[in-house]
């Protein structure tokens, strides 16, 4: 089978079907390595390689990776996991033609292509795809804007009757910028058009025009039925009961973590004492994985979780698990009523205070879930051990993308981290010895860089510093606050204590820098509504203890998982 290995052109290549659903990706391929490249609607066009292995299909997004312009190097770079390359058409062609594996987690070859019939049929996702000629056209078309007084003559006319001039560009191919007006889905007439606008007054309403969203406005095909995937085409558009017909919906609102923070009006200029503690991580939220009355680790929702992490890169994991951080640690996402409540800004402030104990509670609750939850990743693979060395890798890979500098996410990295050292993970020796063999650069990583670097945090040594950190290593100072005896000689103890309530300190006055640093890293992304999820802690309590359990005291808990997690582990490697 020949596939192109230099072809800019990615519209023309025959395994690129553009704009596909991932339920009709999985009815064009059949058989085992049998491989498409789509073009994902929820990922801003990013492309998509769907693949058939062992029975179920795979779908692996490529990272693309946008480099600063210079003469004679490509503008992106296209990479799976580690090698990088200059085109996608070069990307694919490397691993078809050395039957190299798209994942070492999965193992999945892509083969043979499914080539495509017919022209591509293109949506407005398509048009943030890199390389695609129709990009080009279109932003060569965009020159002449209808914000223009020259296209003020357009208003009210059909496409069917384009006047002098204009472009025959469909409308609704055109991409949206932020100064883009919300297409309607009527022309407007012009006997709408007050009489007492002038040309003078720049407008093109009666009243100023509202903000533009940050979202499309195009009003797609309902997508009710159908679970929520991360590729799906069309868009979640919520319903709006009883909006009468001819009126326009309300435009979609800014995410709550790019919105600014409201500014807390003083009342009487004193300060009220909170009358009850406040808590920024609910236990009884609504989940669209897990039933109303879920048991333990049930099989289906793992094998779903599976594949959900497989289609996300550690730098898009990342991102997802410092958006729920910064909710769960009250940085981001609180609203007028909980700072009232708290009686101040942030949650960073409200763990050093005695009435900060709920919320030190939840977080204590949130490190233990998401560090059980990903030593079961590791464990759980019963299959070879290039599966489970694999698992170990992608972990590792994901401290690296939370560490400081990256997402700057330092208590996921610091779960993460914990994950890795439990007991029942790293005696897996067989497990370990080939990571460093088939990921050395992974192994040197873990053991030269993120082991002394959590060290260094536990300590109260580690970076704190709001530019390079997002979100400040917290565990040290809940645990002394909560009573928890430090560990180590008397002396050492002493100074630790003082350096970690030093830095507790420092992290509530630092609290609206860090906000500021996790609006800035933050702007711009949209998660995936499953992966969010999953992060959660009352989704990671559900998952680990079922319904019933979740309710059952920490300490039970904890104590019952551990036994669990020795089970897997003495059943992958056993005592000799």
Excluded at 9 to 14: H, K, L, R, Y
Excluded at 216 to 232: H, I
Excluded at 361 to 381: K, N
Aim: proline fraction near 10%.
């Amino acid at each position: 089978m020949q596939v192109p290995q230099d072809g800019e052109d990615v519209a023309a290549q025959p395994w690129y079907h553009g704009p596909l659903s991932r339920q009709k990706a999985e009815a064009l391929l059949q058989q085992d390595g049998d491989f498409l490249v789509r073009a994902s609607g929820s990922r801003g066009g990013h492309p998509v390689i769907s693949c058939r292995w062992r029975g179920s299909v795979l779908h692996f997004e490529v990272l693309r990776v946008a480099l600063r312009p210079r003469p004679g190097r490509p503008t992106a770079l296209f990479q799976l996991e580690d090698e990088r390359f200059p085109s996608l058409p070069a990307l694919i062609h490397s691993y078809v033609t050395g039957q190299r594996p798209l994942s070492q987690l999965t193992g999945a070859v892509a083969s043979r292509l499914v080539t495509r019939q017919g022209p591509i049929q293109r949506s407005f996702s398509e048009d943030t795809l890199p390389d695609s000629p129709a990009r080009t056209e279109l932003l060569r078309a965009r020159k002449w804007s209808d914000s223009q007084p020259a296209g003020l003559e357009q208003v009210g006319r059909t496409e069917d009757h384009p006047g002098p001039g204009a472009s025959t560009v469909p409308a609704s191919a055109l991409p949206r910028t932020g100064s883009d007006p919300v297409l309607l889905k009527t022309p407007v007439s012009m006997g709408s058009i007050p009489d007492s606008l002038r040309a003078s007054d720049g407008q093109l309403h009666a009243k100023g025009p509202t903000k533009p969203p940050r979202t499309p406005s195009l009003m797609l095909p309902d997508a009710s039925g159908r679970p929520p995937t991360y590729c799906e085409l069309v868009p979640r558009v919520p319903k709006v009961q009883g909006t009468a017909p001819g009126h326009s919906c309300p435009e979609p609102e800014v995410p709550w973590w790019e919105a600014e923070e409201d500014e807390e009006e003083e009342e009487n200029g004193c300060f009220a004492r909170p009358q009850a503690e406040v808590s920024l991580s609910p236990l009884d939220k609504p989940s669209c994985l897990l039933g109303p009355q879920n048991r333990p680790l049930e099989p289906e929702v793992l094998r779903t979780l599976r594949c959900l992490f497989l289609e996300h890169h550690s730098e898009s994991t990342a991102l997802h698990l410092l958006l729920v951080d910064c909710q769960a640690t009250g940085l981001l996402g609180v609203t007028r009523a909980q700072r009232r409540a708290m009686g101040v800004a942030s949650g960073l402030e409200l763990l050093t205070l005695p009435h900060g104990h709920r919320l030190r509670l939840e977080l204590l609750e949130r490190h233990e879930a998401l560090m059980l939850a990903g030593a079961l990743a590791v464990l759980g693979c019963a299959g070879p051990l290039e599966e489970r060395a694999a698992a170990l890798k992608g972990l590792v890979e994901l401290a690296l993308a939370l560490r400081p500098g990256a997402a700057g996410d330092l208590p996921g990295l610091a779960a993460v981290m914990g994950a890795l050292l439990l007991p029942q993970v790293s005696r897996l020796e067989r497990t370990w010895r080939q990571l460093r063999r088939s990921h050395t650069e992974a192994a040197l990583a873990f053991e030269q860089e993120l082991k002394p670097l959590l060290r260094a945090l536990d300590e109260g040594a580690g970076p704190c510093d709001p530019g390079e950190v997002t979100l400040p290593h917290v565990a040290p100072a809940v645990r002394v606050l909560e009573g928890e005896e430090l560990p180590g000689p008397l002396d050492e103890s002493c100074e630790r204590l003082l350096r970690t309530l030093h830095g507790a300190r420092q992290m509530a006055q630092d609290a609206p820098r860090f906000r500021e640093t996790a609006a800035r890293r933050l702007r711009g992304f949209r998660p995936n509504p499953e992966l969010r999820e999953a992060l959660t802690t009352s989704f990671l309590r559900r998952l680990l203890w079922g319904s019933r359990g979740a309710e059952a005291p920490r300490a039970t808990r904890l104590e019952k998982f551990q036994r669990v997690l020795s089970v897997l582990s003495q059943r992958l490697e056993p005592d000799h």
